[in-house]
């Protein structure tokens, strides 16, 4: 039994936690669901020893704890599987797994390494993951890590006493339904020696996973419904304080693209290993989605746009001019903007602040003779923090410790106040809660407006169905097909799956 009460977090500004009472009993699996900023992380951390409450009790297995640190936390069986992971790529498996553990292999200062990687072994299989724990962990796919993240917590069993508390933030954000299921499955098996707290913005999967469901909004607790009791639509009307719009994807907002005005052009283009003779165009105005599988090339064709994948044949051409330097300046002249679907690995800079990665691909329009005019930075960030909502106590505020969905705006006010009108989104609404995604197709509706074209790889086919002007399928990294997406005439689900698999 883990359980917390009347718990409190305060921030300079920000009460982040208001007397959180929070419980999970043995072998339970418990969701907790809320807008990003609603307090999820803040709860976590604390359960976590990353943050300590300022008020109220915390108590496991019937003793009061106070945990100062992570590590303090671990040794009471209390462990957590990131979002946006926390292991080292350029380690391999075993060195991720036994991370700051490595004593117990070490004799007259000399590591054994074969012991390793039997001790790996048994975590590996814990989680039915069948790989060589000397491989490097930047090799294996991201379904392969989050395994691997799992295995690294279960270590806890052969350390501690008692039940272990396992938290799992976003596990499933970027997995297939098939490695959805598997995790799942993996997950449930656990519960005869872990209890799990699961958040997660698919209100579906928390459904199917969880016994019950803590619902958070401004800090507070306003529910706790039970799974035979939860549907998806009352959960979200408590989550954001209202009905959720039934043009959920503004496809009331969607206008007709200028077919006429080309921003970019595929010609055939392929990059050996990842895709081959991909031709499209995107349009001002449009929003074209990449559809398929895990591997299908899709962000792969992204990446090359952007002059992180070099073609092998084929022509890239954006605005009329032929693409001969392939590499992210070049991209970022030409007036592309890249969205990538690992934020806080690739959209922005942790430790650096809100106004500085916002200006950061345009340092050259706030600089005199090397000099930087801050106050003309502040004041662009303070204009997009407005237009976009961005909820920030300040430009000072570093960006690592927004919400996600805020630090999604500040990604795409970076570009946009820069003058990008090519828009590349990998899974913009990847991890987002239900509002802060309709704030992500707001801006999508608002860019195309403009006159911005968007390339988009969607979190889901409903987004993908409802976001697009033009779809097209890939499959093993080839064109399958082509879809028209008018409002009204627009493709299922199934249509899309038909040419995926």
């Not at 039915?128 to 392969?144: C, G, Y």
Request: proline share 3%; net charge negative.
């Amino acid at each position: 039994m883990y359980e917390l009460s009347k718990v409190d977090k305060m921030f300079p500004g920000v009460h982040a936690l208001k007397a959180v009472d929070f419980r999970i009993g043995r072998g339970e699996i418990v969701g907790l669901v809320g807008e990003n900023g609603a307090g999820k992380s803040t709860l976590m951390k604390v359960i976590y020893g990353a943050y300590q409450a300022d008020g109220g009790t915390i108590t496991k297995d019937g003793r009061a704890v106070r945990f100062q640190t992570p590590r303090q936390a671990m040794d009471h069986g209390i462990g957590m599987v990131f979002q946006e992971q926390s292991l080292i790529t350029n380690l391999t498996v075993m060195e991720n797994i036994f991370l700051g553990f490595e004593k117990q292999f070490v004799s007259f200062g000399v590591m054994n390494w074969k012991a390793m990687a039997e001790a790996a072994r048994h975590q590996l299989a814990k989680v039915r993951l069948d790989i060589d724990p000397a491989t490097v962990t930047a090799r294996l796919s991201f379904a392969q890590r989050q395994l691997v993240e799992l295995a690294k917590v279960l270590t806890l069993e052969e350390r501690v006493d008692g039940d272990l508390v396992i938290l799992l933030d976003e596990p499933t954000s970027v997995l297939s339904r098939e490695e959805v299921e598997l995790l799942f499955r993996l997950v449930r098996e656990l519960t005869s020696r872990a209890s799990f707290i699961f958040v997660s913005h698919r209100m579906d999967e928390v459904l199917e996973l969880s016994d019950r469901v803590y619902v958070m909004k401004d800090g507070e607790v306003v529910d706790v419904v039970a799974r035979a009791e939860a549907c998806v639509d009352t959960i979200q009307r408590k989550m954001v304080g209202r009905d959720i719009d039934k043009e959920y994807y503004r496809e009331q907002k969607q206008r007709p693209h200028d077919p006429g005005r080309v921003l970019v052009r595929f010609d055939g283009v392929s990059v050996a290993g990842r895709y081959s003779d991909i031709s499209f165009d995107l349009h001002a105005g449009e929003v074209l989605c990449l559809v398929g599988t895990e591997g299908s090339g899709r962000e792969a064709i992204l990446r090359t746009i952007f002059g992180l994948e070099r073609p092998t044949s084929g022509t890239v051409t954006i605005k009329d001019r032929p693409r001969r330097r392939h590499d992210a300046r070049a991209a970022v002249e030409a007036g592309v903007g890249y969205v990538p679907r690992e934020r806080k690995v690739e959209g922005i800079v942790n430790g650096m602040n809100v106004y500085e990665n916002m200006t950061l691909s345009q340092m050259r329009n706030y600089a005199t003779a090397g000099i930087l005019r801050i106050g003309e930075e502040k004041a662009l960030a303070r204009e997009w923090i407005a237009r976009l909502g961005i909820k920030t106590p300040d430009v000072f505020k570093d960006c690592g410790g927004l919400s996600g969905g805020n630090q999604q705006k500040v990604v795409l006010a970076k570009w946009r106040s820069g003058g990008s009108d090519i828009i590349l989104l990998d899974h913009p609404t990847r991890g987002l809660d239900i509002g802060a995604k309709e704030d992500v197709y707001d801006m999508v509706r608002e860019m195309c407006d403009a006159g911005a074209g968007i390339l988009l790889v969607a979190d889901t086919l409903e987004e993908a169905i409802g976001l697009s002007h033009t779809i097209l399928v890939l499959k093993d990294g080839e064109a399958q097909q082509l879809f028209r997406g008018e409002p009204g005439n627009k493709p299922s689900p199934f249509d899309l799956v038909h040419h995926m698999t």
